[in-house]
């Protein structure tokens, strides 16, 4: 097959799965999100793998929306706290560490948001908030996830980057945040 043709193909397919998975977002529990990240004050982030990539992604313009904001596995990060929100990515819901680390961080009294494409699995149940993001995921056990044509969990994945941004871009509105103020907060050693 003719490799243009192909990609055309492709490239339609995948962008009605973002389509379809737009649509079917369940717009209050972004909401939710959004109103703990305001009220935190600070914020744990977690995720592993091409998720774990998307959810660092996340935390990075966090920190550019002027929240304190600390990656899990750093070494710098500090203990977390009654106050505190911890928002662990687990596309399955039953990732073992990233359970185990959540069963953690409620003991802390730190408040728990959860990112899946599983939410009826056990760490999402163990959760303060469930966004669940209805896009096909590696290993997921929800029917109402977008199917898709792409290996493994490349639509979950794809799709965390531009929710989150969403979700970023949403935040900077209510919080009356500019693009420059983000800017100003950018690493300046580069």
Avoid: C
Avoid at 129 to 151: C, E, H, K, M, W
Wanted: proline share 3%; no cysteine; hydrophobic share 45%.
């Amino acid at each position: 097959m003719d490799t243009a043709v192909r990609y055309e193909e492709l490239s339609k397919a995948i962008l009605e799965e973002h389509r379809l998975a737009f649509e079917k977002q369940d717009l209050k529990e972004a909401v939710d999100l959004m109103n703990a990240i305001e009220r935190a004050n600070r914020i744990f982030v977690m995720g592993v793998g091409r998720e774990g990539i998307a959810s660092r992604a996340f935390a990075m313009r966090l920190m550019h929306l002027g929240k304190e904001v600390h990656w899990i596995w750093d070494d710098t990060t500090p203990g977390m706290t009654k106050g505190d929100l911890f928002i662990a990515t687990n596309g399955s819901g039953k990732i073992g560490h990233i359970h185990y680390v959540v069963e953690q961080a409620k003991k802390t009294g730190a408040e728990i948001a959860v990112v899946t494409g599983s939410p009826n699995e056990i760490t999402p149940r163990l959760a303060d908030y469930v966004l669940f993001v209805p896009a096909s995921v590696f290993n997921g056990t929800d029917d109402r996830a977008v199917p898709s044509i792409q290996p493994m969990g490349n639509l979950f994945e794809q799709h965390l980057f531009m929710l989150f941004d969403i979700i970023v871009m949403l935040l900077e509105e209510k919080l009356q945040i500019s693009h420059e103020d983000m800017e100003d907060r950018h690493r300046n050693v580069e």
